[in-house]
């Protein structure tokens, strides 16, 4: 009987030991499956990576674009550490002493930084308010002619003054409303009137850079709206045709509503500049009988870096560069939520 006992109590082992997996099997079958997890590679990441190889030879052509970028754009960020800092030329940015906020209160305590804030915001203003709606309004003008030759001859009369430097189209500007022997003086003078100094009267600096804006930078504008336009479906336009809707109706029914996102877009952009004026026309067509109506952030700007005296000007003109970047940046923000509360485009997410 306790041999029989033994017997199965053996048995009863063995089964139990031939039930249970190998310790080298459980090992391989590890392996085998953390193997397999390292391979596994996300289907988003795959398909990827399989694009950008069948793609390789554009991103290819593209990293001189981001080589430049980074150089120019990005490498020369450090440098804005020099806003809370005096600006030592033999130390070098990183090693100028730090002096905390004392340029930000140097400059926020004179009196032009206001001036210059706010002539900045209203030649902005009129910028959006005016030179913005005339690219679209032109573009959808351009896409009602019919003759083809006609259209490319006006768009191409349209793009020219773009390519025109602002030091020329200033001089330009200079020359017609010259006091002396400008054209249209010339004009006020044959019908009767006196002369009249346009270049140095405040009240019409406004109206003489918003018409040279728009005559410079307008057709050029239009480029981006007039492709948005030609990417529209033209069997929108038939059956609307077919329906009985006029050319008025094929414009506000189907042009610009489908170039909106295009448009808010754009104005996204512009509103996030509202404190860059433009330079170069300020710089071209002001003098200093106009500072009161003409000084913006950048030619105020310009101003401390030549003539600052106590050789920190560099400092300076970083302190309020990033004062002016921080404005932007907020209403670049603002805007984008403003414009995805009214219409559901915004710059960010556009579906």
Not at 30 to 52: D, V
Not at 58 to 71: E, R
Not at 188 to 201: E, H, K, Q, W, Y
Not at 255 to 265: A, D, N
Request: aromatic residues 12%.
């Amino acid at each position: 009987m306790f041999e029989h006992r033994k017997t199965k109590t053996a048995a009863s082992e063995e089964s139990a030991l031939e039930s249970l997996p190998s310790a080298a099997q459980t090992k391989t079958d590890g392996g085998a499956e953390t193997a397999s997890k390292k391979k596994k590679i996300p289907p988003w990441l795959r398909n990827l990576g399989r694009r950008m190889f069948r793609a390789r030879h554009i991103y290819l052509m593209l990293i001189p674009v981001l080589v430049v970028y980074i150089v120019y754009s990005y490498v020369p960020m450090y440098g804005i550490v020099l806003a809370w800092k005096e600006w030592r030329p033999k130390y070098g940015i990183l090693g100028s002493p730090w002096i905390g906020w004392e340029n930000f209160e140097t400059l926020f305590s004179q009196q032009m930084l206001p001036r210059a804030i706010r002539n900045t915001v209203i030649i902005s203003a009129l910028k959006l308010l005016i030179c913005f709606p005339l690219p679209i309004l032109i573009a959808l003008l351009l896409n009602e002619l019919t003759s083809r030759k006609f259209k490319k001859t006006v768009q191409t009369c349209m793009y020219l003054p773009n390519f025109i430097s602002w030091v020329i189209l200033g001089g330009i500007v200079k020359m017609l409303l010259s006091m002396d022997d400008g054209l249209f003086n010339n004009i006020i003078v044959a019908c009767g009137g006196d002369r009249i100094s346009f270049l140095t009267n405040p009240a019409a600096f406004y109206p003489i850079l918003i018409l040279s804006e728009i005559w410079k930078s307008t057709g050029w504008g239009t480029i981006i709206y007039t492709a948005a336009i030609a990417g529209i479906d033209p069997t929108l336009y038939e059956a609307a045709k077919i329906d009985g809707c006029k050319r008025g109706g094929l414009i506000f029914r189907i042009t610009l509503p489908m170039i909106l996102p295009v448009c808010t877009v754009m104005f996204i952009m512009q509103l996030s500049n509202i404190m860059n004026a433009g330079f170069d026309p300020v710089y071209n067509l002001y003098n200093k009988n106009l500072y009161e109506t003409a000084d913006i952030i950048d030619t105020y700007v310009y101003r401390l870096f030549t003539e600052s005296k106590g050789g920190n000007g560099y400092a300076l003109s970083t302190a309020v560069n990033f004062f002016k970047t921080v404005i932007n940046f907020c209403f670049l923000i603002a805007g984008n939520i403003i414009t995805k509360k009214i219409n559901g485009y915004s710059m960010f997410t556009i579906d």
